[in-house]
């Protein structure tokens, strides 16, 4: 009987080139490392973790990639829809920055609705590097933007809301806040479900059954109908980093005992 034979593939190759010359001792890799190198092998994951990287590094710069003051209103242009970027135009050809089409704004008095038509004889460009709003960053005063708008030009590439903020910009903005809950829910749980997994496994008998009853049971609560009771007797006169951190911790509490997939 044979156990343990590699016969083809990616596992092979790397027993190959990783295994030792005869009669040398080599030290034993890390765990981290033989993780790094699996992880490496796989490009599905190279590419998440691309993705990843870059959806962090854009919410934690998002006022450097924001093009409006998410907090800035617009009584002119409620309700934009979208303007999509361009690079070609019919009279001037490629453009190195991206342009839009500023909108025409009518009222129509038989149906009493807006309607945005494209002026195609204008364009709105950007400007890379440019001057815009103020933000702070790290202590200290910035106004330069990834693509910075023409003041003269409204340039909404996702449109406003109802009060005329830009959409692209809160939404890069928010995406920071949606990040940062993520990563603290994530860790609480992992903290969460490895204690009472190591307590579980150490202490054994009536304390293992009593832990794995309380995880049964939070395994059998249904998520959206508890979410919403949880929300609804939060206090209304709560400020804003209190609701982050307690949503944060029901999140928490309910998401601990789930397997990882």
Known sequence: M???ILTSGPDL???TATAPAPGITTAPESPMRLIWRRFRRRRPALFGAAIVLG???V???AEFFAPYDPAKRDSAHF???PQIPHFLSA???LHLAPFVHPYVETFDNETFETTFAADTSRLCQFRFLGKGWNYSMLGMQFDRHLLAPD???PMHVLGTDSLGRDMLSRTLIGARLTLAMAALVVTASVFIGTAIGLMSGFFSGWVDNVL???TEFVLALPELPFYLALVAILPRNAGPYTVFFLLALILSLLKWAQPVA
Request: glycine fraction near 4%; include cysteine; charge should be negative.
């Open 13 to 15: 190759a790397e027993a």
């Open 151 to 153: 003041p003269a030009c």
């Open 2 to 4: 044979q156990d343990n």
């Open 79 to 81: 309700y934009m829809p």
């Open 55 to 57: 959806l962090a590094i």
């Open 212 to 214: 794995q009853r309380i």
């Open 91 to 93: 009279e001037e050809g």
């Open 59 to 61: 919410a934690i710069f």
